[in-house]
Structure formats: C-alpha cells, structure tokens
C-alpha cells in the first residue's frame, strides 16, 4: 500500500479489492451493465479469433461461444424482469 494515500482503504472492503459495485444498484441495472460487457467480451473474442490460427484460435472460439451463452442468460432474465408480475 502506498503510503500517505488519500483514499485509504475502508474497514468494510478487504483492502486488496480494487473494484466494488455501489450497493445501491438495483439488479436490471447491474444485468444491464453485465450484458454491455459480456457483448464487449464476446467481440473481442469473435475479433481475435480472425487474428490467431491452431489451438489458439480454438480456445478464443471457444471463449467467444461459452460468453455468447451467458450473454443469452443475461439477457433472458433482462426480459423476464420486465414482464409484470400478476398476483
């Protein structure tokens, strides 16, 4: 830890976390912000794959197709949430 620092770590954050989710994000929010990233993800794969031949491309496909069935999963329960529920 760097000395002297103006943001010291806080006694409710294990002090090598270097990220957190502000706690007050509902959960289409946080489904809405996982899906944007999982299509970045998914096209950097699909992108790389065109630059890497062998096993290599094999495993960047393979990345590219297994972040494309989370991506589907993401976006089922982003659809789901927004259908009323009936009582």
Do not use: C, W, Y
């Not at 620092?5 to 990220?19: I, K």
Request: no cysteine; net charge negative.
């Amino acid at each position: 830890m760097i000395k002297n620092s103006p943001n010291p770590p806080s006694d409710s954050q294990p002090a090598d976390q270097l990220f957190t989710v502000l706690p007050n994000l509902n959960s289409e929010t946080l489904l809405a912000n996982a899906s944007q990233d999982l299509a970045s993800v998914q096209a950097l794969a699909g992108n790389l794959a065109f630059d890497v031949d062998g096993p290599q491309r094999d495993a960047v496909l393979g990345i590219h197709r297994m972040v494309e069935g989370i991506q589907l999963m993401v976006d089922r329960v982003l659809d789901l949430q927004e259908v009323p529920i009936s009582h």
